[in-house]
């Protein structure tokens, strides 16, 4: 069954989440304990690949890590002392078996696994002139092309291979990759998806947030370098740098809205920076009030840090369920138009006669935004204004991020004026991209040289998106229409 509840198609989703262990007794429990702390960056599959030394196993499914990967039975075909696991989001394309990660090959080496968050933004032209020179896909997901051009390049190990796949992909990634000599960690030139490395004494584990290494009692030793391939071979750890340097650019959305709280992001607490940005909006945009209430679970830190700085109370206004599937919610207008009700409902007694500041950290398409200020005024609010903990999300993302086209970006065709009258509330503030910047330790945003990847916000894509420039083309098209990022 997928759970993923039907309204947070109203999100930015990241789409993918990496772990891996080497060199741990029963390696893939550990990855699957891993991949539990990180179910929150991609719900619809989950995969883990282990290596016993001699033999590879796979075992990959639709739907959460626990059911999936909880019994006994799976666990122990899973063997070996090293393994790398994935969760995943689909995109536009198909949720099929075929697409779910870590994917894996046989080449001329041995056997090779990855598992890849992010998306390469030149995966089409790439896999366009592989085929045409005889490579055979099996997949739809981009990361299924960085698996060919290893397979079919000239250098002698399989390290240079690697390196040479990488230097001709352009976009975002963090790889784990799990081979007969040992397991490969990586990430972009520019860092823009995350990557960390911890320690459980000889035991290497590398994983997309810190807190996967939490709850695995791993001590965080750092985060793996933009640009930067850490090798664990033969009781060694080695870190190689192929690419030329480049000024970082890693997701700001990270500290917005995709890492758990619990995280250390970049040096900094996930739950202190939101807080942070909570009360950078209070600053901005102050309104005469009587409660400060979040939108759960995602508005609640910048919501307590909006409170705090404005000085007003922070009430709990909306209770949220956390055991909503898709499978509840039936075709049909009217069910889906109460299918709101069923994730958020209102605290009628609190808020009933109240003027209210609803806290959320991004509006995408505006629909859930426009049911959850009607939701409060049925239940009997005075005023209901909304504080947005980002600024307006005016482009799409093809780094890893599960965007809707920009022609259904709420803020790509309103103003903020519109906006507000679209999902009716009394007055609608979005936080300044500077402020964003000054919650993260910024004076403010360098637009010569920004810090982050804030392209949903700006359009300062840090790449070139080779894709999407050629897409106009009907091979291009089809794929694009097909494609499921990893």
């Not at 075929?98 to 080449?107: C, G, H, M, S």
């Not at 780094?399 to 004026?417: C, F, H, N, W």
């Not at 990847?453 to 300062?460: H, K």
Request: glycine fraction near 8%.
């Amino acid at each position: 069954m997928i759970t993923t509840h039907p309204f947070d198609d109203d999100k930015l989703r990241e789409e993918c989440g990496v772990f891996g262990v080497a060199g741990a007794v029963d390696a893939a429990a550990m990855v699957a304990l891993g991949l539990h702390a990180l179910q929150h960056r991609g719900q619809e599959a989950a995969g883990i690949s282990s290596f016993d030394g001699r033999h590879f196993h796979n075992h990959k499914a639709l739907g959460h890590v626990a059911g999936n990967f909880d019994s006994e039975e799976t666990m122990r075909q899973l063997k070996g002392d090293w393994a790398i696991g994935h969760v995943r989001y689909a995109t536009t394309g198909e949720t099929a078996l075929r697409n779910v990660q870590p994917l894996y090959a046989e080449l001329s080496s041995g056997g090779f696994a990855i598992a890849h968050n992010g998306n390469i933004s030149n995966a089409m032209k790439l896999r366009h002139d592989l085929v045409r020179t005889g490579s055979i896909f099996q997949s739809t997901s981009d990361t299924e092309t960085i698996i060919h051009l290893v397979a079919t390049s000239r250098y002698r190990t399989l390290l240079d291979k690697f390196i040479d796949a990488l230097k001709q992909v352009e976009g975002a990634y963090s790889l784990i990759c799990l081979t007969d000599s040992g397991m490969i960690a990586c990430r972009d030139p520019l860092g823009i998806r995350p990557l960390v490395m911890g320690r459980i004494g000889d035991t290497v584990i590398f994983a997309s947030e810190t807190v996967a290494l939490d709850i695995v009692g791993a001590e965080f030793v750092r985060s793996v370098d933009p640009g930067e391939l850490v090798v664990v071979s033969g009781g060694e750890i080695r870190s190689h740098r192929p690419f030329a340097d480049k000024a970082q650019r890693p997701c700001i959305f990270e500290h917005v809205y995709f890492s758990r709280p619990d995280s250390i992001v970049d040096g900094s607490s996930v739950y202190s920076v939101r807080k942070a940005i909570g009360a950078q909006l209070a600053m901005e945009n102050p309104v005469e009030a009587d409660l400060v209430v979040p939108v759960p679970d995602s508005g609640t830190p910048a919501a307590i840090g909006y409170a705090q700085q404005s000085g007003l109370p922070f009430e709990l206004g909306i209770i949220r369920s956390h055991y909503v599937g898709r499978t509840f919610i039936q075709p049909g207008d009217g069910v889906r138009h109460l299918g709101v009700k069923l994730k958020h409902n209102a605290n009628k007694p609190l808020i009933a006669g109240k003027r209210l500041v609803l806290i959320d950290d991004s509006i995408v398409r505006g629909t859930t935004s426009l049911k959850i200020v009607q939701m409060m005024r049925d239940a009997g609010a005075a005023e209901v204004h909304m504080r947005i903990a980002s600024p307006p999300t005016m482009h799409s993302c093809y780094y890893g991020v599960d965007t809707p086209e920009r022609s259904k970006l709420l803020a790509a065709q309103k103003s903020i004026e519109e906006m507000r009258q679209f999902i009716q509330a009394d007055s609608l503030s979005f936080l300044s991209i500077d402020g964003l910047y000054r919650a993260l330790g910024e004076a403010s945003r360098n637009d010569d040289r920004p810090r982050y990847c804030d392209a949903c916000f700006t359009g300062d894509y840090p790449t070139t998106l080779t894709d999407l420039a050629e897409r106009d083309q009907p091979n291009q098209l089809t794929l694009l229409a097909e494609r499921v990022a990893g």
